[in-house]
C-alpha cells in the first residue's frame, strides 16, 4: 500500500539485474511511493538481463552506464536530470562483485588485479558517484544517498572474502563523503548493511545458503528479505529520515547484536550426535 512517502521526488537507482536484484525491489517501491526514477546499469546487464522489462513496467527510462567510469556516472547525472526535469532527490548504490568470489580464489590466495577489481566495482564506484554528482551540484539539497552493504565488512564470515574488504571501503566513503556533503548541501549519505540475501551476486559466495540459514536461526525476527530492504530504502529517502547521516544502519533481523540464539546453538548440538557413545557421553578421540 502506498503512502506517497516519495510523492514528487526523482531518483536514480543503480545496479537493477533483475527481480532476484534488491535494486530492482526498490526500484518498484519507489514509484509505487510517487517517485520518477530513472534506471542504470552496465550495458553488458541491460543487454542481457532484464533491466527492460522493469523499464516498461515503470514506465522510466534505463541510462547504461559503467558505474566505474566517471564519465558514464556524469552522463547519467545530466541525462537523469533532463528526464525527470530537476534535480535528484535520491540515489541507490547497489553495486557489487568479486572476480576473485567467482574464481574460487581464497582469500590467502587473493589475485590481486581481481582485488583492484573488486574494489574499484564494489566501492571506488560509490565514491565516483558522489563526486561525480556533488561537481554536477546534481543532488537536491537535503537529498539521500543509500548504498547496500553487509556485516561482513565489520566481522568475518566464511566465504565473503575480499568482498568484506569492499564493503569496509565502501562504508567508510558514506562517513567521509557524508560530512563533506552533508556540511555543504544537506545531503545524507548512509549504508544499509542488509541480511544476507539470494540476489544474484549473493548466490556466488560460498556456502551462502548455509549463511543464510545460520543468520535466520541467530536473528530473533529472522532474515530480512529484499522486499523488506526496499521498504527500509524507501523510508531512508523519504522526508522522515532528514537527520540520519553518515550511518551504517543494519537491518537484519537483529543477528549483529547477537551472540548465541536457541534455535542455532539446537542446531549446533546435532553436529555432536555422531560423536557420542550409547549412554550419550561425547567421544573426543
Known amino acids: 500500500m502506498s503512502n506517497n512517502l516519495l510523492k514528487g521526488k526523482r531518483g536514480i537507482v543503480f545496479g537493477a539485474l533483475n527481480d532476484m536484484s534488491i535494486a530492482w525491489k526498490v526500484a518498484e517501491r519507489a514509484v509505487e511511493e510517487g517517485a520518477s526514477i530513472v534506471l542504470s546499469n552496465t550495458a553488458l546487464a541491460v543487454r542481457m538481463g532484464t533491466v527492460k522489462q522493469l523499464s516498461e513496467k515503470l514506465n522510466c527510462e534505463v541510462i547504461p552506464a559503467d558505474a566505474t567510469k566517471v564519465e558514464d556516472l556524469e552522463n547519467v547525472f545530466v541525462k537523469a536530470q ?8 535520491f540515489v541507490l548504490h547497489s553495486i557489487g562483485m568479486s572476480p576473485n568470489v567467482r574464481k574460487k580464489r ?7 588485479n581481481m582485488l583492484s577489481t573488486t574494489l574499484d566495482i564494489s566501492a571506488i564506484s560509490f565514491h ?3 563526486q561525480s554528482a556533488k561537481k554536477l551540484d546534481a543532488i537536491a539539497e537535503n537529498g539521500s544517498v543509500v548504498a547496500l552493504t553487509y556485516i561482513a565488512s565489520q566481522r568475518t564470515l566464511f566465504g565473503y572474502n575480499d568482498m568484506a574488504d569492499a564493503k569496509a571501503m565502501l562504508e567508510s566513503i558514506a562517513r567521509s563523503f557524508g560530512y563533506i556533503y552533508g556540511r555543504e548541501k544537506g545531503v545524507r549519505i548512509n549504508t544499509i548493511s542488509q541480511s544476507p540475501t539470494m540476489t544474484t551476486a549473493g548466490a556466488g559466495i560460498k556456502g551462502i545458503d548455509h549463511l543464510m540459514d545460520f543468520s535466520e536461526r541467530m536473528s530473533p525476527l529472522g532474515n530480512a528479505t529484499a522486499d523488506e530492504c526496499a521498504d527500509y530504502c524507501i523510508v531512508m529517502f523519504s522526508d522522515l529520515t532528514r537527520k540520519v547521516t553518515m550511518q551504517n544502519l543494519f537491518h537484519d533481523g537483529g543477528f549483529s547484536s547477537m551472540g548465541m540464539s536457541l534455535r542455532a546453538m539446537d542446531q549446533y548440538q546435532k553436529s555432536f550426535d555422531q560423536y557420542t557413545d550409547e549412554n550419550g557421553k561425547i567421544i573426543y578421540g
Open 106 to 112: 581464497t582469500y590467502d590466495d587473493l589475485d590481486y
Open 82 to 89: 533532463e528526464i525527470l526535469g530537476g534535480k535528484i532527490d
Open 128 to 130: 565516483k558517484m558522489l
